[in-house]
């Protein structure tokens, strides 16, 4: 009876790590993120130039995410997949973020089903706001957004160049195909 208990406790805890980021399993220090994120600045529509594989966009293509300041302060979050001939689908996803850390802002917690949470942390971006990268405190997502649809390949290199040093592996990223004419 105890050994059942203890697997339902460990269970639990190992869960739970999941769900809020913990680093139980991380690899190497912990992720750093940006040191300030001007959160009005970060809003408006980005495009999924490259990402680590996930089952969640498998399918899609074109992604962008539109970032909403609402007057309670947190964000409202709309992800768009669209098909391989640049149409939306029906797998389109509304939810919000709120801030994690406010010293920072570089910290979010995205939700999409309440209350399950998951950390989305700014470890990289352009000081115009031009690009921004995306991750997760295990290191088990990856993002690289632009404001336009593509990015020059002096800027994306400069990107993957830095990523090893947050303990990431570029060789893992897929690029995400896009559409120039497509409004978000």
């Not at 992604?63 to 689908?89: F, P």
């Not at 352009?126 to 002096?154: H, K, N």
Request: proline share 7%.
């Amino acid at each position: 009876m105890e050994l059942r208990k203890f697997r339902w406790v460990v269970g639990v805890l190992l869960g739970a790590g999941s769900l809020t980021g913990c680093q139980l399993f991380a690899p190497g220090p912990p992720l750093e993120t940006v040191s300030s994120v001007d959160i009005a600045r970060y809003m408006g529509t980005w495009y999924e130039i490259a990402k680590y594989p996930n089952g969640f966009e498998q399918g899609c293509f074109g992604v962008t995410a539109e970032y909403t300041l609402r007057d309670d302060g947190t964000v409202r979050v709309v992800n768009v997949c669209r098909n391989a001939d640049g149409t939306r689908n029906e797998r389109n996803i509304e939810g919000f973020a709120t801030v994690a850390d406010a010293t920072t802002n570089s910290k979010l917690t995205v939700y999409f089903f309440f209350p399950f949470g998951a950390p989305y942390w700014i470890i990289d971006l352009d000081e115009d706001y031009q690009y921004a990268v995306v991750g997760d405190p295990s290191r088990t997502f990856l993002w690289i957004l632009s404001r336009t649809p593509t990015l020059d390949e002096a800027t994306y290199q400069g990107i993957l160049d830095r990523l090893p040093a947050k303990g990431y592996d570029p060789a893992r990223l897929e690029l995400m195909p896009q559409f120039p004419a497509q409004s978000p």
